[in-house]
């Protein structure tokens, strides 16, 4: 028997910078049976308060929410906007630190290729750095994310770049959270390392830090089994938990 959709609890899962539902494939298939599985469409705004504000206007009353890169400092910001409203956080490969020296050269350049070149030259600039070096032979993996990227247009790279060099400072936030917290990263990530989310999790009580192994920033499609087992585990976290290391 099919669960009626009204009555499956909402999880919300907020695709990353040049990213869509292609980056959370995995995931969607392992929760639609259980879950209103919700992925967001926020092109169409260039601060991550506007993002956040417009998910929480489409959102249900209340909903778990899990956020990738980009998408995690969404997620933070809606909690920070709606705190009642989030029953569960996940924070995968991601953030919370304002713009950095030399970030926005960085970040402009990539955006002037896109104009310049189109966002295939992007995909091929962009893409393997944030990928475990292991997989860039892949075909399975790297030819859906070179896609997913050539699928973006430059309005919207250039909307979510002055979103993320104009983001808030989210740490502030983190020992305000209350709710059943998971933390999770690749390994391998050279673009929000583990340290960085070593930090995040030591600020939000209770909250659980997941290490996936040789995996890079794109986690839930890198590694999908692991990452789907980590927010499988996450969604049956009770209020009172402990902080355990990945894979107990």
Do not use: Y
């Not at 050539?150 to 993320?164: G, S, V």
């Not at 340290?195 to 830090?209: N, V």
């Amino acid at each position: 028997m099919k669960t009626d959709a009204s009555r499956r609890p909402p999880l919300i899962l907020i695709p990353g910078l040049l990213c869509d539902d292609t980056v959370w494939r995995a995931q969607i298939d392992a929760f639609s049976a259980t879950h209103e599985v919700i992925v967001p469409e926020l092109d169409g705004f260039d601060s991550i308060p506007d993002m956040a504000a417009a998910l929480l206007e489409r959102a249900p009353a209340e909903f778990a929410l899990a956020g990738h890169s980009l998408g995690g400092r969404i997620a933070l910001e809606a909690v920070r906007q709606a705190p009642l409203r989030v029953t569960r956080l996940a924070l995968l490969d991601t953030g919370v630190h304002p713009c950095t020296a030399g970030e926005p050269a960085r970040r402009r350049e990539l955006l002037s290729i896109a104009c310049l070149e189109g966002m295939r030259a992007v995909a091929r600039e962009w893409l393997p750095p944030m990928v475990h070096p292991d997989r860039h032979s892949d075909p399975a993996v790297m030819k859906p994310l070179e896609a997913m990227v050539e699928r973006q247009t430059p309005d919207t790279f250039r909307n979510q770049i002055e979103a993320l060099l104009n983001r808030p400072d989210a740490g502030p936030l983190l020992e305000s959270i209350r709710c059943p917290t998971l933390v999770l990263c690749g390994r391998e990530d050279g673009w929000s390392p583990l340290a960085q989310h070593e930090q995040i999790a030591s600020a939000i009580r209770g909250s659980i830090l997941a290490v996936i192994d040789r995996c890079g920033h794109m986690a839930p499609f890198e590694r999908p089994a692991e990452v789907t087992r980590e927010l499988r585990r996450w969604l049956h976290l009770q209020l009172a938990f402990r902080l355990r290391p990945a894979g107990q």
